[in-house]
């Protein structure tokens, strides 16, 4: 038995304890997510409640067809929308072209992230600059470069396609290095 399904079905039998391993276990990943696209400490503390309320509820219906850390990204990802759609927040950004046919299909461009976080000062200057990326976009930068998902993985938790993730996360590379490269007078 592995370890999501030992988790799962400790849940359901009602054994102590279980249910607060199974929060312990994915709580990081359900912070990260909701805290990116809502932006706001208080009300994402809120859905992070929410989310495992859900997950608590829902548990049941989990088929282990993914991981369980996809399926609750998936319920953190859609309490998060739903709180922006509430809110009518955007989620991504005005000039964002859907086109599933765009020249920014590609996920890799050349720009490490990693790397260019390298340095004390640049990585100040980027975590403020994917602080200022639209929900959607810095969501997917921090699920793929700082939680090292997957594009399927992220694909499946957003129930976004595999094309539309890897042209959010081109578009905000892209909009991370001009950001940089404006602030800090250099190439990134």
């Keep these: 038995m592995s370890e999501d399904q030992a988790v799962v079905s400790a849940v359901l039998a009602g054994e102590p304890g279980a249910f607060e391993r199974l929060v312990q ?7 990260h997510m909701v805290y990116r696209m809502v932006a706001q400490p208080e009300d994402a503390r ?3 409640q929410d989310v495992f309320l859900r ?12 991981s369980l850390a996809t399926w609750i990204g998936r319920v953190a990802f859609n309490v998060a929308t739903r709180h922006l759609q509430k809110k009518k927040i955007a989620w991504v950004s005005a ?3 859907e086109g599933e046919n765009s020249e920014y299909l590609r996920a890799s461009d050349g ?3 990693a790397e260019a976080c390298a340095d004390q000062e640049l990585m100040r200057h980027m975590a403020a600059e ?7 976009q810095r969501t997917l930068v921090t699920l793929y470069h700082l939680d090292e998902l997957g594009i399927g993985d992220i694909a499946t938790s957003t129930g976004l396609p595999e ?6 996360l081109f578009r905000a590379r892209h909009r991370l290095r001009k950001q940089l490269e404006t602030r800090l007078g250099v190439l990134a």
């Design 25 to 31: 276990r994915h709580q990081a990943l359900v912070w």
């Design 46 to 48: 809120e859905l992070c």
């Design 55 to 66: 997950v608590h509820d829902r548990l049941r219906q989990f088929r282990f067809e993914s």
């Design 95 to 97: 000039d964002e072209d």
């Design 111 to 113: 720009f490490d992230l």
């Design 130 to 136: 994917i602080e200022r990326l639209p929900a959607l």
């Design 163 to 168: 094309g539309t993730v890897k042209n959010y």
